[in-house]
């Protein structure tokens, strides 16, 4: 069983990818023994118009990946009616969580909308991710430069806020590990594999955050999922490190409804 927590629908404005068709995502998923995904969409990261982003996700997830698919909807602290988007997200939708994108939004971690959407989603018991990059800089187009999200002051943010549950996807060895020890030493954040690179990286990962807060992610479809598979198969862990980074960590935040 492995629990993906970081699943992208929609297109990448940039190139396109083998599986970036709803239907082709979720047999890839399924051939890789994914049996749960939380899917954010990329049209959050782009569009202006996040309420018709959103709308689509939910929609999506349930045609093509019921059962599988766990939308987690985008919100833009900056925007005017985030509040109520948050609210759609939650109540209309039913999605679990929501998934930022400061640095394509255009706020830093240590600006007051962030702590304000931080508090109104624990509220709301959702969990937030938040996305630290979605390409390595050295691969973007070059009229479209996006720096990654500078992750120093979130730790002072958070220290406030010990209800909420976060998520930071797409965490990768640009990331300064002092700064990714002090997060892992409070409750409730969590690291995905995705982007961590390098032989044993996933040990190594662990070894840095603690094996109980690193989740499987594969950045599907602008990463192939086999990636993030052979990551855990090279890694020198344990069974019970490797089933708690595939599913049980994950569980823990988001338990499965019986």
């Known amino acids: 069983m492995i629990v993906d927590v970081n699943v992208n ?62 939308p987690f909807g985008s919100v833009n602290p900056v925007l005017p009616d985030w509040q109520e988007e948050l609210r759609r997200c939650r109540h209309q939708y039913h999605m679990p969580g929501i998934r930022l994108h400061p640095n394509y939004h255009g706020y830093r971690l240590d600006d007051a909308p962030l702590g304000q959407l931080l508090q109104e989603a624990a509220r709301h018991g959702m969990i937030v991710q938040i996305a630290l990059r979605m390409e390595d800089v050295r691969v973007q187009h070059p009229l479209m430069p996006v720096p990654d999200v500078e992750l120093a002051p979130l730790a ?66 602008l990463f192939p999922l086999e990636s993030s598979l052979l990551k855990l198969r090279e890694s020198e862990l344990s069974a019970a490190q490797a089933e708690a980074i595939r599913s049980e960590n994950a569980r823990r935040l988001l338990p499965r409804k019986s």
């Open 156 to 221: 002072k943010i958070l220290e406030g806020l010990p209800q909420v549950r976060l998520v930071l996807l797409n965490v990768s060895r640009a990331n300064r590990l002092e700064h990714l020890r002090a997060l892992a030493a409070l409750p409730n954040v969590y690291f995905d594999l995705a982007m961590w690179e390098g032989i044993g990286g996933v040990a190594a990962l662990a070894e840095v955050v603690s094996t109980d807060r690193v989740l499987f992610g594969s950045h599907l479809p």
């Open 9 to 70: 629908l929609s297109l990448w404005p940039f190139r396109r990818t083998p599986c970036d068709e709803p239907q082709r995502l979720v047999e890839a998923l399924r051939r890789g023994g994914v049996t749960e995904a939380w899917a954010g969409t990329l049209d959050g990261v782009f569009h202006r118009d996040l309420g018709a982003a959103n709308a689509r996700l939910a929609q999506q997830c349930r045609q093509w990946g019921a059962g599988l698919l766990v």
